[in-house]
C-alpha cells in the first residue's frame, strides 16, 4: 500500500472519529460547565503524562522489529512495563485523592492502563499494516468518548462524566486490535524469557533514553499548562483552554495522526534524498490545509465559539484568536514527531523539546503575569512560531555523515537498495 493510499484509509476513519466529537460539541458545552471542562482538562494531562510513557515508548520500535520473533519479546517487553506502570498509578491516585490534588482520581490507573495499551498496540497494528483495523480504533476512541459523554451529560453526571466517556471509548477501541496475535498467541508473552526481554531492552535502548523524556516533557508541558492556568484564573480559563485545544488540535489529529502512521515505516529505510522529499512534500501540504484554519480563527475567533458552543463560550474564542498561529505551526509539526525517530536522531530531538518546553512556559507565564489569559496566549503564539520555524528548517535541510549512529538495515541509507531488495518495514 503506498504511503498516500495508507493515509487516505487512516484519515477516512479519521474523519469519522472525528465528525462525531465535532458535531456533538455544540450539544456537549451547553451539558457540561467551563468549571466542568476544566477538572477532566487537568484529569487528562495527568493520565496523559503516565499513558504516553506506559511502555516507555518501547512500542514504537516494533515497526523496526527485523522478524516476528523480536517482535514478540518486544511485545512483552511492553505487556510488563504497561503493567509496571499502572501499577504505580494506583499508589499516586491514592496520594493524590488523599491530598485532594486532583478530583476523581480514583479513575487514573484504568485512564493510564487503557491510553497505554492503546498507543502500544496501535504500534503493533501499524506494524502489520492493518490500516483499516487503525481506522476503526480511532472511530471508537474518539467518536464512542463523545456520545458516551453526551449520555452522561443528560444524566447531569458532571465532570465525572466527560472522563467515564473516554474512558469506556478508549477501552471499546482495544477490541479492534487484538489481531493480530503475537507469534505463539496472547498467552505466550507472558512466557517469554526475562533474557530475551532484555536482549531487546537494551537493543532498542534510544526510545526509553531519548523519546521518553521527550515525550514525558511534551505530556508534563501540558500538565503544567493546565495548572497554571487553573491556579491563575481558576477552573473556567483551563476550560476554555481545554476547549481550545479539544477542537483546535482536531485537525492536527485527524490529519496528522494519519499522515504519521503511513509516514513512519516509509521513512524507515528510505535513502537520504527520498527522506528529505517526502518530509518536505509533507509540510507543504500541511501548510496549505493548515493555513485557511488560521486565518478563519484571527478573523472570527470569538464569533465563531459563541455560534457554536454558547454565549458563555466567547471569552475561549478570544483565546482562539490568540492561539491561531500556535495552533497552525503545531498542524504542520504534529505529524512529523515521526521523523526524528525513523532517522535515528531522537537525542538531538530531545534535545529541541526540552528548549521549546521552556520557551512555551516561560511564555505563559510571563504572559499571564503581565496580560491574564489572552496576554499568555498572544505570548505563546509569539514563542512557538520561532521555536517550529527552526524546527521544520532542520527537517527541511536534513543531512547525514555516513551511516554513523544508524542501525544495520534500519534508518536512512545514504545508497539506494540493490535491485530486487526491499527495505525493511
Not at 485557511?292 to 482562539?320: C, I, Q, T
Request: net charge positive; glycine share 10%; with cysteine.
Amino acid at each position: 500500500m503506498t504511503l498516500w493510499r495508507a493515509t487516505l484509509t487512516l484519515l477516512a476513519g479519521g474523519a469519522l472519529a472525528q465528525a462525531l466529537p465535532l458535531l456533538l460539541g455544540p450539544w456537549l458545552t451547553r451539558l457540561y460547565s467551563p468549571d466542568d471542562w476544566g477538572r477532566y482538562a487537568l484529569f487528562s494531562a495527568v493520565a496523559a503524562n503516565l499513558g504516553v510513557i506506559a511502555c516507555a515508548r518501547y512500542e514504537y520500535a516494533l515497526p523496526l522489529a527485523l522478524d516476528d520473533g523480536e517482535a514478540r519479546d518486544l511485545m512483552a517487553l511492553c505487556l510488563h512495563l504497561l503493567l509496571a506502570v499502572t501499577l504505580l498509578s494506583v499508589l499516586l491516585a491514592a496520594l493524590l485523592h488523599a491530598t485532594q490534588s486532583l478530583d476523581h482520581a480514583v479513575w487514573l490507573p484504568l485512564a493510564v492502563a487503557s491510553a497505554g495499551a492503546a498507543q502500544w498496540l496501535t504500534l503493533w497494528a501499524n506494524r502489520a499494516q492493518r490500516f483499516k483495523s487503525l481506522s476503526a480504533s480511532r472511530v471508537t476512541q474518539f467518536g464512542g468518548a463523545a456520545v458516551f459523554q453526551a449520555a452522561n451529560g443528560l444524566a447531569q453526571a458532571g465532570s465525572v462524566g466527560l472522563i467515564g466517556g473516554a474512558l469506556v471509548a478508549n477501552v471499546g477501541a482495544l477490541a479492534w486490535l487484538r489481531h493480530p496475535a503475537p507469534t505463539g498467541g496472547w498467552l505466550s508473552l507472558v512466557r517469554v524469557p526475562r533474557d530475551a526481554m532484555h536482549k531487546v531492552a537494551r537493543q532498542h535502548r534510544s526510545f526509553p533514553l531519548f523519546n521518553t523524556p521527550h515525550t514525558f516533557a511534551n505530556a508534563l508541558s501540558d500538565t503544567l499548562t493546565i495548572a497554571m492556568l487553573a491556579a491563575s484564573t481558576g477552573d473556567a480559563a483551563a476550560g476554555f483552554w481545554g476547549l481550545c485545544m479539544r477542537y483546535l488540535k482536531a485537525p492536527a489529529t485527524l490529519v496528522g495522526g494519519a499522515l504519521s502512521q503511513a509516514l513512519y515505516p516509509r521513512l524507515v529505510g528510505a535513502t537520504a534524498q527520498d527522506a528529505r522529499s517526502t518530509v518536505r512534500r509533507a509540510m507543504a501540504a500541511l501548510a496549505l490545509i493548515g493555513l485557511p484554519l488560521v486565518v478563519l480563527l484571527l478573523a472570527s475567533g470569538p464569533a465563531l465559539f459563541e455560534w457554536a458552543f454558547g454565549a458563555r463560550w466567547r471569552e475561549a474564542g478570544e483565546l482562539a484568536r490568540a492561539l491561531a498561529p500556535y495552533i497552525g505551526m503545531h498542524f504542520i509539526a504534529s505529524p512529523l514527531a515521526v521523523v526524528t525517530m525513523a532517522w535515528n536522531a531522537q537525542a538531538w530531538a530531545l534535545r529541541l523539546a526540552l528548549a521549546g518546553q521552556a520557551m512555551f512556559l516561560v511564555a505563559l507565564a510571563l504572559g499571564l503575569h503581565f496580560g491574564g489569559l489572552l496576554g499568555g496566549a498572544w505570548a505563546v503564539s509569539a514563542a512557538t512560531v520561532l521555536y517550529f520555524g527552526w524546527y521544520f528548517w532542520a527537517l527541511a535541510t536534513w543531512k547525514w555523515e555516513g551511516q554513523e549512529g544508524v542501525p544495520p538495515g534500519q534508518g536512512i541509507r545514504e545508497q539506494a537498495p540493490h535491485e530486487g531488495e526491499e527495505p525493511h518495514v
